[in-house]
């Protein structure tokens, strides 16, 4: 089956700073993938995703790429906001309602 | 409101006693998604519905979880003889169909539960 590993945080960033979640994924077939991302006191909502390889995903100002080569999916955003700070996960699924999701990256961005 | 609605919040329960975690979906939403997140791990999927039916239930851990969704709307997970690796964040997912594959579930805040 799919599965998703994700860099393990947390990962403390100032503002306007570089910010890079790497994600790698194993799957049978192509899988499509996914960043979601989880705010303080919110559920799980979609931030960005692509359903083949060499798709980019972006959203808010953050990007990742699907890359078959290397079975990689990253988590980019080039200055980061204080309104940042949040829970990312990576995920894949290869139908249409099962996911798979790493285990998140806890991201703290200060003032 | 229109999201993805979850009750309770918060449960506490003692080990061995039964547990029901309410799910209220967006409406109009026909598929329906239980996960559940243990302490720093991500969600695992438990269980999807299509309408009234579990069209997949291969992720519920074993017999003392079960679920149900009778008038295809409303869905709720029960949890018997509780024990304490059961303590985890429930969480509910709605969306249109079977979307899994393009991202578009809607996700509830989730139910923690803790078993002492």
């Known amino acids: 089956g799919n599965s998703v590993t994700q860099m393990e945080g947390p990962v403390t960033l100032s503002e306007e700073a570089f910010l890079t979640i790497n994600c790698t994924y194993t799957a049978t077939g192509y899988p499509s993938l996914f960043w979601y991302v989880q705010y303080p006191g919110e559920g799980l909502q979609l931030l960005l995703k692509a359903t083949k390889a060499d798709d980019k995903g972006s959203n808010k100002g953050f990007e990742a790429t699907y890359r078959k080569e290397t079975t990689s999916f990253h988590l980019e955003k080039g200055s980061v906001q204080v309104s940042d700070s949040a829970v990312y996960f990576c995920?894949?699924?290869?139908?249409?309602?099962?996911?798979?999701f790493g285990a998140g990256t806890t991201v703290t961005v200060r003032a | 409101g229109a999201g993805v609605s979850q009750t309770p919040s918060n449960k506490v329960t003692e080990k061995g006693k039964y547990v029901e975690l309410r799910c209220d979906p967006i409406?109009?939403?026909?598929?329906l998604y239980w996960y559940r997140q243990s302490l720093g791990q991500g969600p695992e999927f438990l269980i999807y519905?299509?309408?009234?039916?579990?069209?997949?239930d291969s992720g519920l851990p074993n017999d003392r979880f079960f679920a149900v969704r009778p008038e295809g709307s409303v869905s709720t997970l029960k949890i018997q003889r509780t024990e304490r690796g059961d303590s985890a964040v429930y969480l509910c997912a709605s969306s249109l169909m079977g979307q899994a594959n393009t991202g578009e579930l809607f996700f509830g805040e989730g139910s923690r539960l803790t078993v002492l």
């Open positions: 995920a894949s699924s290869s139908n249409d309602y099962k996911l798979s």
């Open positions: 409406s109009g939403h026909t598929a």
């Open positions: 519905f299509q309408g009234t039916g579990a069209a997949d």
